[in-house]
């Protein structure tokens, strides 16, 4: 009888220890997976900078399958070399991009897609900070990612 008791438990054990669960998005951060650069939009804005702001915006958020499409736009240096840098933590996405060209004589409207998966449904604080020429130009807004 103990044998037969020792055996079931042995068996319950590795069953237990075995099985998959599966995990739970709200247990984790979202992933940053990858930066999409999709390069100058826009011919030469020096002329009607006073018409942009110069400040990232939030262009699109896009769910496709398994993952979470973040679109910024931004001015900065027609030749821009992008830095990305993000980080995810308590319900904040923090994405700070970094213009490492050399200063050109023209400005460019660019979008760039920052795409993450482990996502989940939910409010979250977007901060998106943009080094240029020294400079820092931010957006600091709520966005939610929905169902």
């Given at each position: 009888?103990?044998?037969?008791?020792f055996i079931?438990?042995?068996?319950?054990?590795?069953?237990?220890?075995?099985?998959?669960?599966?995990?739970?998005?709200?247990?984790?951060?979202?992933?940053?997976?990858?930066?999409?650069?999709?390069?100058?939009?826009?011919?030469?804005?020096?002329?009607?900078?006073?018409?942009?702001?110069?400040?990232?915006?939030l262009?699109?958020?896009?769910?496709?399958?398994?993952?979470?499409?973040?679109?910024?736009?931004?001015?900065?240096?027609?030749?821009?070399?992008?830095?990305?840098?993000?980080?995810?933590?308590?319900?904040?996405?923090?994405?700070?991009l970094?213009?490492?060209?050399?200063?050109?004589?023209?400005?460019?409207l660019?979008?760039?897609?920052f795409?993450?998966?482990?996502?989940?449904?939910?409010?979250?604080?977007?901060?998106v900070?943009?080094?240029?020429?020294?400079?820092?130009?931010?957006?600091?807004?709520?966005?939610?990612?929905?169902?």
């Amino acid at each position: 009888m103990k044998e037969n008791l020792f055996i079931i438990s042995f068996l319950l054990f590795i069953i237990t220890s075995c099985s998959k669960t599966e995990l739970d998005k709200n247990s984790g951060n979202i992933n940053y997976m990858k930066m999409i650069n999709y390069g100058c939009q826009s011919e030469n804005l020096s002329n009607y900078l006073a018409l942009y702001n110069p400040k990232p915006q939030l262009d699109t958020i896009m769910v496709n399958d398994d993952s979470l499409f973040i679109c910024i736009r931004f001015i900065t240096n027609c030749g821009a070399k992008f830095i990305d840098s993000v980080l995810t933590y308590n319900n904040t996405i923090e994405i700070t991009l970094d213009d490492t060209g050399p200063p050109a004589d023209c400005i460019c409207l660019f979008k760039n897609d920052f795409v993450f998966d482990n996502f989940y449904p939910g409010s979250f604080h977007l901060l998106v900070n943009l080094l240029w020429l020294g400079a820092e130009q931010d957006l600091d807004t709520t966005i939610i990612i929905p169902n």
